[in-house]
């Protein structure tokens, strides 16, 4: 199975854009859908997640500002950012886990990325 995000791009301080990150392939058992971030010079950051049962979680910063949604029918998962600020900018994965083997998810899959810049 393959991610491919896009959505990303140039966007000025205040502004939004929408995220998508679509699966070529089955995810059943899926139980997360998960975007992260990654900026220049910092690790990889968690930014939001929605489980199989529809639970949605975010990183404080991103609360109120960042939703993320699914579209189980096609495969696919978004993120909403609205106000985006300076430090948003980042390249944004998506990843998607599933199975369960008591321990925790048994696969996983990634994105490329896609780059978001905010200009202030």
């Known amino acids: 199975v393959q991610l491919q995000a896009s959505g990303g791009g140039l966007v000025q301080a205040g502004g939004s854009l929408r995220l998508s990150c679509v699966a070529n392939?089955?995810?059943?058992?899926?139980?997360?859908m998960t975007w992260y971030r990654e900026a220049p010079g910092k690790s990889r950051e968690w930014v939001a997640d929605?489980?199989?049962?529809?639970?949605?979680n975010y990183k404080d910063s991103v609360k109120g500002r960042f939703t993320i949604y699914r579209d189980y029918a096609a495969n696919t998962f978004d993120l909403q950012m609205n106000d985006l600020r300076p430090e948003d900018a980042a390249v944004y994965y998506c990843?998607?886990?599933?199975?369960?083997?008591?321990?925790?998810?048994?696969?996983?899959?990634w994105g490329k990325g896609t780059l978001v810049t905010v200009s202030s």
């Open positions: 990843n998607i886990e599933g199975g369960d083997d008591g321990l925790g998810p048994t696969w996983d899959y």
């Open positions: 392939g089955s995810i059943d058992g899926m139980t997360a």
């Open positions: 929605i489980t199989s049962y529809g639970k949605t």
